[in-house]
């Protein structure tokens, strides 16, 4: 089982849609948790860190749940900008556990 | 505000010659970090240094050195390069490792694509 785990999509939504993604990780002592966001061909971006009581950055929401080990990220009002690959991180000893990610693909 | 820098962007080498990948950060972070991302695979974790003077290995060491130079730059270089090391490489610094006091983020650099023929 990887350490991380997500579901690779691609996810196809309209503009405007509302869509989730969610992430499970395998290390119950992991602290820390992040979305990031990656464009094609382009380097890892910070979208957001996930805090236990969950945090709202516009129109993005993410959520963690330590009992079922897994994090979430909706994405509300979508837009055609927002397509991009989205990654899960957890924390594990001394290091950074990525997902592979999941592929959104808004359309006009 | 140049945040993480890497050279070169691309790169094409032959089976056996090596090189060094430059990577170099100026937030004043303490660890740095060399990934590599192929297909389907994620982000895998070739070596990391926690702070200047120290290494250590990561999840795919093999066919790689690093070097904390100082505190600002941290290189990656392959002895021997191999097609199964085609791939593309990150490197990304963070003001401490995961689970320690300050430990945050990480910021990654442009990438380096590598071939190897």
């Known amino acids: 089982r990887k350490e991380v785990e997500q579901d690779p999509g691609p996810f196809n939504v309209p503009e405007g849609a509302t869509v989730a993604f969610n992430c499970t990780y395998s290390n119950s002592a992991s602290q820390s948790f992040f979305w990031y966001r990656q464009d094609c061909r382009k380097e890892p971006k910070l979208l957001m860190s996930v805090y236990s009581s969950g945090n709202e950055d516009g129109r993005f929401t993410a959520q963690l749940n330590r009992a079922s080990q897994y994090i979430s990220l909706l994405i509300r009002d979508s837009k055609l900008s927002d397509s991009a690959t989205y990654l899960c991180?957890?924390?594990?000893?001394?290091?950074?556990?990525f997902g592979t990610g999941t592929r959104l693909k808004v359309l006009a | 505000n140049a945040g993480v820098t890497q050279t070169p962007k691309f790169q094409v080498l032959k089976t056996g010659q090596s090189m060094t990948l430059q990577c170099a950060q100026d937030m004043n972070h303490n660890s740095m970090y060399w990934y590599r991302q192929d297909p389907g695979m994620g982000l895998r974790l070739i070596y990391y240094?926690?702070?200047?003077?120290?290494?250590d290995k990561g999840e795919v060491p093999n066919g790689y050195n690093v070097s904390r130079l100082n505190k600002r730059e941290f290189s990656l270089r392959l002895e021997s390069a191999a097609p199964s090391q085609t791939s593309v490489y990150f490197c990304?610094?963070?003001?401490?490792?995961?689970?320690?006091?300050?430990?945050?983020?990480?910021?990654f650099g442009p990438g380096t694509r590598l071939t190897v023929l």
């Open positions: 990304a610094s963070s003001e401490a490792l995961a689970g320690l006091p300050g430990a945050d983020t990480q910021y």
């Open positions: 240094s926690a702070s200047e003077g120290t290494t």
């Open positions: 991180v957890a924390s594990g000893t001394y290091k950074y556990i």
